[in-house]
């Protein structure tokens, strides 16, 4: 096993340069980045170009400058005026690109971005003023709460339903939880997220839960206690969407994993010698029928962090890992775009290999370095 770990964490450096130069490139040809986001500002907007030139008393902007922070007045002469009919200096479209950090080489800014991240130095964000590496670290632990406990219930709702339709198969109730399944399976989260919105956060019926955020205004110095119940409250909506978008894959996992064991002739032979059927379900087929489903948590984690709860964090306005990566991809926020792929992608790679490892703690039968 310790071999097979040290060949899968071997892989991981290859993967995500891989990823890396991948949406690098992509990106270069993706039309609408910051470079063209600051000049269609200045062209439509009429902003005053002295704070890129230093002329009028301006200020030169700086890469993690707010765009709100800068004065939009109109000035006199050639540098104020507004140059949408006319075109910019190309000084002034250098100066822009010098401030950003495209005046480099497309190869020049991917080795100082990869000599960063080995580093785990992302730089400053492009349009605030915080370095990449607090703004991911201040908005995770939101991200990881709504997956942690997404995952938690979906386990605990999936596994007892899942080992009740096994052992009534075929009857009503296998048929009727079915259709309930079939629908959480058909229908993303995101769209429950919404009926959740309508029904129950002054959509258009009832305003029993808040829309966004995680706090209540007026709550900011309020007791702890507090604080975490109000949390608690505005997580309801949030965590039940991913819980019904997500519960349906699992359900049919353990009811299949446990229709399996029961049809193997050990059920059939401790039924013969007289034992129970609760000794029979639980203290033999349970245990088998389990390993995958546990070894498997690790990965559905993943699963529920990286594609669930992006789309629930921008429904419910939810300031976590998602909503910051959607937001950073709107406004061509590249350092933020990429430091939360890089993050995303080494997690997902990382959890694979606690996934595999778990594997062999709950079935020692499994023998990965047995494979060819």
């Given at each position: ?12 450096v ?43 008393g ?16 109109g ?27 495209f ?49 938690l ?75 975490v ?13 991913l ?117 062999t ?12």
């Amino acid at each position: 096993m310790g071999a097979y770990l040290l060949r899968r964490l071997a892989l991981v450096v290859p993967t995500l340069f891989g990823i890396i130069l991948i949406n690098f490139f992509i990106v270069q040809f993706a039309p609408g980045g910051p470079v063209e986001q600051m000049i269609a500002e200045l062209r439509g907007e009429g902003q005053t170009l002295g704070r890129l030139t230093g002329e009028g008393g301006g200020e030169v902007r700086q890469p993690g400058q707010e765009r709100g922070s800068q004065s939009s007045g109109g000035g006199s002469g050639p540098v104020g005026t507004y140059r949408g009919a006319q075109g910019l200096d190309p000084a002034i479209v250098a100066e822009i690109e010098r401030t950003f950090g495209f005046d480099k080489p497309a190869t020049q800014r991917f080795q100082e971005m990869l000599w960063g991240y080995l580093r785990f130095d992302f730089g400053n964000s492009l349009f605030r003023d915080r370095p990449v590496v607090d703004l991911i670290l201040e908005k995770m632990p939101v991200s990881i709460s709504l997956g942690l406990w997404s995952t938690l219930i979906i386990y605990l709702v999936s596994i007892p339903l899942g080992i009740r339709k096994a052992v009534r198969d075929g009857t009503r109730f296998d048929v009727w939880t079915s259709g309930v399944v079939l629908v959480g399976y058909a229908i993303p989260g995101f769209l429950f997220a919404i009926l959740l919105v309508v029904l129950f956060a002054g959509g258009s019926f009832v305003q029993w839960f808040p829309l966004r955020g995680l706090l209540s205004p007026g709550l900011e110095n309020a007791p702890f206690l507090t604080r975490v119940l109000d949390d608690a409250w505005h997580m309801v909506l949030p965590i039940l969407a991913l819980v019904i978008g997500g519960f349906a894959g699992l359900t049919m996992l353990t009811k299949n994993s446990f229709l399996d064991e029961i049809n193997k002739q050990y059920v059939v032979t401790a039924r013969a010698k007289g034992a129970a059927e609760t000794r029979v379900l639980y203290g033999h087929v349970f245990r088998n029928a389990m390993l995958l489903i546990i070894a498997g948590f690790p990965t559905a984690f993943i699963g529920i962090l990286f594609t669930g709860s992006l789309l629930i964090e921008i429904v419910f306005s939810l300031d976590g890992l998602g909503l910051l990566g959607f937001e950073s991809a709107l406004r061509r926020d590249y350092p933020v775009m990429f430091a939360t792929l890089y993050i995303f992608t080494l997690l997902g790679l990382v959890m694979q290999i606690v996934g595999d490892f778990t594997y062999t703690l709950v079935d020692p039968r499994i023998d990965f370095e047995a494979r060819r």
